[in-house]
């Protein structure tokens, strides 16, 4: 597996946010995280990140234990992360908010660099704009390909659907499946449970912190009680 999160538990103070979540995401696979609001799946991916500490448990990476290491140091081990609310740098044009995505890299970034604006056009077209004047769905763009120029083994996505209009929905999760195609390994946090279920390859579902399902996303799809919960009903 290329991570493992083993029976960890996390506190804001004294409420236990995550008490207990197991889960595993093996090299190549897209896995999503659903779960209700408040189920803990913006905290779970802050923790395997380091941005909130773990006040027990495990996080193994590529064969390390990384549950004590500082967040810059798991960057540079290859966990990149695309935040919730995006995190874009607004007074900074879009080409300079990309290149702070590669601080962490050896080279010059202009490889990941061309691969970004393949997969974002509409970044490459912007890059001299500024990052606060771009669209939501742009910022999206912008947040996930800074988080690819570090060349991530995994990247962590958080609710990359929020807010966007329906047509870009489908465009972030097909770009999402194509940077998978092409080698990356993502653990995808989605409100939008029917979508992510439909690139994953596997699935957990989180309820108070707590993983009460898992299986494989095609399965989850088809589940009665997921269904109701998460998908609308029927
Ligand atoms: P959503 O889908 O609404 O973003 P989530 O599943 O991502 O929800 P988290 O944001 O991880 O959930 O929150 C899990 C629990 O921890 C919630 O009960 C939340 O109120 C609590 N929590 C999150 N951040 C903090 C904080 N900074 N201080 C105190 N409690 C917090």
């Known amino acids: 597996m290329l991570l493992e999160v083993e029976d960890v538990h996390v506190h804001y103070g004294k409420i236990a946010a995550i008490r207990g979540l197991s889960i595993e995401v093996g090299a190549g696979e897209i896995v999503t995280l659903i779960g209700a609001n408040g189920a803990g799946k ?13 006040s027990r448990g495990r996080i193994r990476f590529d064969g390390r234990d990384i549950s004590r290491m500082p967040g810059h140091k798991r960057v540079l081990a290859g966990i990149g992360q695309s935040p919730e609310g995006r995190g874009v740098f607004p007074g900074m044009t879009v080409a300079d908010n990309l290149a702070m995505g590669a601080y962490a890299r050896r080279g010059d970034g202009s490889k990941e660099l061309a691969e970004v604006y393949e997969l974002f056009p509409r970044l490459a077209e912007r890059k001299g704009q500024m ?4 669209s939501g769905g742009e910022q999206q763009m912008l947040a996930i390909g800074r988080a690819l120029m570090a060349r991530p083994k995994v990247l962590l996505l958080d609710e990359p659907s929020m ?29 939008n449970a029917a979508q992510a279920l439909q690139i994953a390859h596997r699935a957990y579902v989180l309820e108070t912190g707590r993983i009460v399902k898992s299986a494989p996303a095609a399965d989850l799809l ?5 269904r109701a919960a998460y998908l609308g009903g029927g």
């Open 222 to 226: 088809d589940d009665p009680q997921v």
């Open 163 to 191: 807010g966007l209009a329906p047509m870009l929905v489908q465009q972030i999760f097909s770009i999402i499946e194509e940077i998978n195609r092409r080698g990356t390994t993502v653990l995808l946090v989605e409100q």
């Open 42 to 54: 913006t905290t779970t991916l802050k923790t395997i990140s380091g941005l909130r500490p773990l």
């Open 131 to 134: 990052g606060g004047t771009m």
